[in-house]
């Protein structure tokens, strides 16, 4: 049986702000990936640099990411049953730049240059390099804000370079392990 306990709710609950609550979560280092994916409806690859992949189960291999709402990830997400996730090395700061920026050109001129390879489960670009790759199929699309959380099922894990050296952002900037 399962309980669901609810949290006390005052009535005039207060929120942090957005810079608060930006400021606070910058102290948390995570790690950057690279979530890819092949748009099934005009052929392009569509990538975005996160911080906001997390495991959420070995049994099923599960994972979880969250893009913004309403943007091209999303909008192609929501098309497209399968994606990937690239988890960047350190060396890879300028990858991850180039895919983070906002208004940028065309995902195409980005992946002219980024070497790569394709999943053989989703067709996304996988980034050569990286220190490990998943293939991922969506279970699930969760509203949650100005996001959209998709949980995945792994379909093939990757460690090409286990002795490599991840890509850390944390206090707004990119970091390498000390």
């Known amino acids: 049986m399962r309980y669901v306990y609810p949290s006390p709710q005052p009535e005039a609950a207060s929120q942090a702000t957005p810079d608060e609550f930006r400021a606070a979560l910058s102290q948390l280092a ?4 690279l979530v890819t994916v092949h748009d099934p409806d005009d052929g392009e690859d569509v990538g975005m640099t996160a911080t906001s992949f997390l495991s959420v189960s070995l049994e099923p ?3 979880l990411i969250s893009v913004r709402e309403d943007s091209r990830m999303d909008e192609v997400l929501s098309r497209a ?3 990937a996730v690239s988890l960047l090395s350190e060396g ?4 991850g730049s180039r895919f983070a920026m906002k208004g940028r050109l065309s995902d195409r001129l980005l992946f002219a240059d980024a070497a790569h390879h394709r999943g053989p489960h989703s067709g996304a670009p996988l980034i050569d390099g990286a220190l490990a790759t998943v293939e991922c ?3 699930q699309r ?7 959380l998709l949980l995945g099922r792994v379909l093939e894990a ?3 370079d286990p002795g490599g050296r991840p890509l850390l952002y944390f206090r707004g900037g990119y970091r390498t392990l000390g």
């Open 137 to 139: 199929r969506t279970e």
């Open 81 to 83: 049953d399968t994606w």
């Open 158 to 160: 990757t460690v090409p």
């Open 142 to 148: 969760i509203a949650a804000g100005d996001h959209t």
């Open 61 to 63: 291999p599960l994972v």
């Open 92 to 95: 890879q700061k300028a990858l």
């Open 30 to 33: 995570s790690g950057v990936s």
